[in-house]
């Protein structure tokens, strides 16, 4: 039904940059919030940053002023631009999505497969 495909993980150190992409695909009638979260060992998965279709963003606090949410609707993409990273952002980011299917009135939660992120010198 719907796919979402992330991209752009990597080793990084402290300091480094990372660009993530994650891209949605399949029988999509609409998005409305897309997001990323993150889910470091041994602790929950927390939210990192959304924005909603109309570009509205909100970011987590220990995020904020280093990382940059964005999206491209018309390719069903959001990115994450990861500036300034430090070992405590070491963790699998997950991205996420609200999609209504084609021919559906109901949004879903959709999740990505993740894709590592380490902080490390």
């Known amino acids: 039904q719907v796919q979402l495909v992330e991209s752009g993980g990597g080793l990084v150190q402290p300091g480094g940059s990372l660009r993530l992409s994650c891209a949605a695909s399949?029988?999509?009638?609409?998005?409305?919030?897309m997001g990323w979260y993150r889910q470091a060992p041994g602790k929950q998965r927390e939210l990192v940053a959304t924005i909603t279709s109309g570009g509205s963003t909100n970011y987590a606090v220990s995020v904020k002023g280093r990382f940059t949410i964005s999206r491209d609707n018309a390719k069903n993409t959001v990115y994450l631009q990861m500036n300034s990273l430090k070992p405590e952002d070491t963790a699998v980011y997950y991205c996420?999505?609200?999609?209504?299917?084609?021919?559906?009135?109901?949004?879903?939660?959709?999740w990505g497969q993740g894709t590592q992120v380490t902080v490390s010198s």
């Open positions: 996420n999505a609200q999609i209504r299917l084609q021919a559906e009135m109901m949004f879903y939660n959709y």
């Open positions: 399949g029988r999509i009638g609409s998005i409305n919030a």
